[in-house]
């Protein structure tokens, strides 16, 4: 065994190193902790009465947990579509899928968002189609 854990990387601590190196999206705040050729790991931050504006992921699939305030996001065809999540939720968001996130409450909004994929993670848009 002692053959096994000598060849593993070290456990390593990574602080956030700010919104430095994250796409910025509207009233979004993200901070970028990390990023490989196939993953994106990150905090988005969001104040009262803020939305992000439109996006996707490209290529990334997104799981989001909301750490506090409340995570509601607009998608599907228009923008007509809603999910809201609360502390305690994971939001599943499919590659390519046309969003934005906004918080309608009282209090500030701090999402951990891990994407996992290729290419650029976040990609504005003007909105979603008008189906």
Request: charge should be negative; hydrophobic fraction near 35%.
């Amino acid at each position: 065994m002692a053959d096994v854990a000598s060849a593993v990387a070290p456990l390593t601590v990574i602080t956030p190193r700010g919104p430095e190196g994250a796409a910025p999206a509207g009233g979004m705040i993200r901070e970028e902790v990390l990023r490989s050729d196939k993953s994106w790991v990150g905090l988005a931050y969001t104040v009262p009465g803020s939305d992000s504006g439109w996006h996707h992921h490209g290529d990334h699939e997104s799981y989001i947990y909301i750490v506090s305030g409340l995570g509601h996001f607009d998608f599907g065809p228009a923008g007509r579509d809603t999910c809201e999540a609360e502390p305690g939720d994971f939001v599943y968001v499919p590659r390519g899928a046309i969003h934005r996130e906004t918080n309608p409450g009282g209090e500030d909004a701090l999402l951990v968002v891990i994407r996992v994929g290729e290419g650029e993670p976040v990609i504005n848009v003007d909105g979603p189609a008008q189906g």
